[in-house]
């Protein structure tokens, strides 16, 4: 098992970062790993860098405002962790987990399976990188904001405890978690159910204009640049739309894509037991877990649902493993 501690005994600059377009996951495992390492080495620099958007939900978090959101050169670290991602999906953080004296890679995703650093702890059985790291922390340097961050990126990841990828370990930790004394029941309103109106309104549009195929076995919607200049949002916007498609009885793959260049988009898959979305996902270059994954694409979004909906259907036919 990594022994965080160990690995960082005698470092005097420490870097960490999540995936681009941080979720939940991402941002709460960074600020949890980051506050960690302060108590463990109250001399150390700890920098979280991540690219906006991050959605500001988890602004409650300790150590949110000091997320470093440029990346200069010239910056050096002794050691480097990337959480919830491979070297891939870093971005402008890339550069600085490339020249670190020692990379570290924490994750969860099945499509990650190896791991991209000199030090790996990869358990894609686990239902988030909040989850594994809190099973590597040692607990007595674990206080109430640890413990804040850990659920918010256990709650998010696991869609409040009801997908698949919660296990009876995940609910014995969520308890254990809760004995730090946080209001859990505000705390999963405001990261998982609230919205602002804009984002409502936007939910609403991609669902009333979302369309069924494949016999009602799968639902897609999109937004595409004219759109979202109109309503001026922006990918933090967008949270849950995917998982609220999915909710429609008989759809066992729901897909959403919103456009993010000239034909360019990013697509949010969630499914059923009957479809590996993360062995559909790789195909196009993305990643994820079973039931939850996403990647971009290039063409028109018909083309898109058609290139998916080819994958798609060879598994209903035949199950995941005929992915």
């Known amino acids: 098992m990594l022994d965080i501690i160990r690995e960082c005994e005698g470092a005097k600059r420490i870097g960490i970062s999540g995936h681009v377009r941080p979720d939940g996951d991402a941002i709460s495992s960074c600020l949890a790993l980051r506050k960690y390492l302060l108590n463990a080495f109250p001399e150390a620099e700890v920098d979280v860098n991540l690219e ?3 959605p500001t ?20 670290y002794d050691v480097y962790f990337a959480l919830d991602c491979n070297r891939e999906r870093l971005g402008s953080a890339g550069k600085y987990f490339d020249a670190a ?10 499509s990650n ?3 991209v650093g000199d030090v790996n702890a990869i358990e894609p059985d686990i239902s988030s990188t909040c989850e594994l790291l809190y099973t590597l922390f040692d607990k007595k340097y674990v206080d109430r904001e640890i413990a804040i961050c850990i659920f918010t990126g256990m709650v998010t990841d696991t869609g409040v405890f009801q997908y698949s990828c919660t296990s009876p370990e995940t609910m ?5 978690l809760m004995e730090y004394g946080f209001d ?9 159910y609230e919205k602002t109106y804009l984002q409502t309104q936007i939910l609403g549009r991609c669902l009333m204009e979302s369309v069924r195929f494949m016999d009602g076995k799968c639902v897609v ?4 640049r004219k759109t979202q200049d109109f309503y001026q949002v922006t990918s933090k916007d967008f949270e849950g739309i995917v998982s609220q498609l999915r909710n429609i009885r008989g759809v066992d793959v729901s897909i959403f894509m919103y456009e993010t260049e000239n034909q360019e988009y990013k697509v949010s898959m969630r499914s059923s037991e ?10 196009f270059g993305g990643g994820g877990h079973a039931r939850a994954a996403g990647c971009t694409m290039s063409g028109t979004v018909y083309d898109c649902v058609n290139n998916l909906s080819k994958y798609i259907d060879k598994q209903l036919n035949a199950g995941p493993e005929g992915a």
Do not use: T
Not at 186 to 192: D, G, N, P, T, V
């Open 221 to 224: 919607s999109w937004i595409d």
């Open 274 to 283: 009957k479809v590996n979305v993360a062995q559909i996902a790789v195909r």
């Open 101 to 110: 004296g020692k990379r570290i890679n924490i994750d969860h995703h099945e």
């Open 113 to 115: 399976k190896e791991g």
């Open 57 to 76: 939900i988890f602004d409650g978090e300790a150590g949110y405002e000091l997320i470093r959101r440029d990346f200069p050169d010239g910056v050096s």
């Open 52 to 54: 906006n958007p991050i």
């Open 172 to 176: 014995r930790r969520a308890a254990e």
């Open 184 to 192: 859990h029941s505000a705390l999963i309103q405001r990261a998982f």
